[in-house]
């Protein structure tokens, strides 16, 4: 597809970053083109509106969990068009008032997510969004602190996902990536 190719164009690699061994794909340069960025946008949004399992001309997503930090900057810009809630899950230790929280292995460490605790209403309907899927261990971490405040995740969206890895047999829901990267 001419879009994902498009988009595909605008992705680095680093190699030995953050540390010796990781290949580091870097997802900024496509923010850095406004067309690209759009374009990225407009896939995600057509793909949730058209294929996410769970969703009817009735059935709207009511959430958009977005991860710390890359699911940030795409998560919110889903959530408006949508015309959903945006709701962060953050490295422990940032977020004010009750939280939850859920830890988790990643390509390259330990970290512990926390999640407001009167965030997500129980039966919403969930997509949580983050720029790229390695172990599996961050979003595995969200769905958790999802699942725990009584939402039901439909699906995990991400613009690049490491298949090497299988991250996606860790999660509970179908899992959508836009670009597939096999080293
Ligand atoms: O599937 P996993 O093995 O859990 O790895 C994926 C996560 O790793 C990266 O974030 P990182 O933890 O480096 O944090 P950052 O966004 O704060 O840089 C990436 O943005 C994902 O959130
Ligand atoms: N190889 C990688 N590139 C970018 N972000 C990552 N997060 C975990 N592994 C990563």
């Keep these: 597809m001419a879009d994902v190719d498009f988009i595909k ?8 970053f953050p540390k010796k061994g990781i290949v580091f794909l870097d997802i900024f340069p496509i ?5 690209a960025f759009e ?7 057509q793909h949730i ?22 699911g940030f900057l795409i998560g919110p810009i889903l959530a408006l068009r949508l015309g959903a809630a945006f709701v962060p899950v953050r490295k422990a230790g940032k977020l004010p008032g009750t939280c939850i929280s859920a830890s988790y292995q990643k390509e390259y460490g330990v970290d512990s997510f926390e999640m407001q605790a009167d965030a997500i209403k129980p039966g919403q309907a969930v997509v949580v969004v983050d720029d790229l899927l390695a172990t599996g261990g961050s979003a595995h971490a969200a769905g958790e602190l999802v699942a725990k405040q009584g939402g039901k995740t439909l699906e995990y969206l991400f613009i690049i996902e490491l298949m090497f890895l299988k991250g996606s047999a860790a999660l509970d829901a179908p899992v959508y990536s836009i670009v597939q990267s096999d080293d």
């Design 9 to 16: 164009e605008h992705l680095t690699s680093h190699l030995d």
């Design 31 to 35: 923010l850095r083109n406004p067309l």
């Design 39 to 45: 374009t990225l946008i407009t896939h995600l949004l």
């Design 49 to 70: 509106t058209s294929h996410t399992i769970g969703l009817s001309p009735t059935k709207n997503v009511d959430v958009v969990v977005g991860l710390d930090a890359r």
